[in-house]
């Protein structure tokens, strides 16, 4: 019997039309775009502000343009899953209401939770059920609201975070030497005090006491994060280059999560990666938690060509960490 491979062989996006520049955050809360820039190098982030949309809006926008660009037939997708902290609602999952709206009718969904480390986490496991046999076509998108999380009083975490949604295709194939090559995911489980949400969840109901306090806003101690964040991805990107017997020569394109440029720039510089090999958007973006990686592979998807070697590599609440070897299987501008 021939090897089955997973592979990506298409990528859709979706952010909001509103842009949420510094100059606009500045007359918000205390903050410039000088300070924002220096210390996280984000220049402006898409809010989805209209009233009634949530996630799945996002994310069936980025699986439709998917489904367009690709040609791919509604009918023959077996699965779709959305990764995402900010689902719709408690239940149903947001990933039924996008099966829902596209009319996937052969399809079953689920969401994934992995906070930032989501789309990273989703990929391992659609890969793993494509390489099964038992699936052929598998949407796997990455999407959050995180403007729903934001507490814009509060310069440290308001001037992180954006609104997206990036969506890919992953297919079954018998080529040989393309596709998800080998992951290596960690969560050590240390990181709830540094990184969460207070409140809404079983430990804490929404309570008047919760809202009155503020307690259903991101709450972030950033320099541990940092110091966390910045240790596991290069790491794990050192272990995955260790493991296949690769050197950053062999490397065309390192995909981390795009949470802060302090972050990515010390994460190359550990892992001793020139930043010209490492995609980066975030500038544009913002965090946008598990649509970071999906919607970088959007914007960077014309550059990219049959066969480059790339490593995904993300960190995020938890923590969850982690990084993929993925040998990509088309020519993007094609």
Not at 294 to 310: I, S, T, V
Not at 314 to 329: E, I
Request: aromatic content about 10%; some cysteine.
């Amino acid at each position: 019997m021939e090897k089955i491979n997973a592979i990506i062989t298409g990528v859709g996006g979706y952010v909001p039309e509103y842009i949420l520049n510094n100059k606009e955050l500045s007359r918000m809360v205390d903050t410039s775009d000088e300070w924002i820039m220096t210390r996280v190098g984000i220049k402006e982030r898409h809010i989805l502000t209209e009233e009634g949309l949530g996630t799945s809006y996002m994310a069936r926008k980025a699986a439709k343009q998917l489904l367009q660009k690709t040609g791919a037939d509604p009918d023959s997708i077996d699965a779709l899953i959305v990764c995402t902290t900010t689902p719709d609602y408690k239940f149903p999952s947001t990933a039924s209401i996008v099966v829902g709206k596209l009319g996937l009718k052969n399809a079953f969904a689920f969401d994934f939770e992995a906070a930032c480390c989501g789309f990273l986490y989703s990929l391992d496991v659609a890969a793993s059920m494509i390489q099964s046999g038992r699936y052929k076509k598998i949407i796997v998108i990455g999407a959050d609201k995180m403007s729903s999380l934001v507490d814009y009083t509060d310069r440290q975490t308001c001037v992180l975070f954006g609104d997206g949604a990036g969506a890919v295709l992953v297919e079954a194939t018998t080529e040989e030497n393309v596709g998800v090559q080998n992951s290596f995911l960690r969560t050590d489980g240390k990181g709830l005090p540094y990184l969460h949400l207070k409140a809404g969840g079983s430990v804490c109901p929404p309570s008047h006491f919760t809202v009155d306090h503020r307690l259903h806003y991101l709450y972030q101690e950033g320099r541990t994060v940092f110091r966390f964040a910045v240790t596991a991805m290069s790491n794990d990107v050192l272990e995955i280059l260790k493991r296949n017997n690769l050197t950053t020569d062999d490397i065309q394109w390192v995909v981390p999560h795009e949470a802060n440029i302090r972050i990515i720039e010390a994460v190359a510089k550990r892992a001793e990666l020139p930043l010209d090999k490492v995609v980066i958007n975030i500038d544009r973006y913002g965090n946008t938690s598990a649509a970071t990686i999906p919607l970088a592979l959007w914007d960077h998807e014309p550059n990219l060509r049959k066969g480059d070697n790339l490593i995904f590599t993300a960190f995020g609440a938890g923590f969850v960490h982690g990084a993929s070897y993925y040998k990509w299987a088309y020519d993007g501008d094609k």
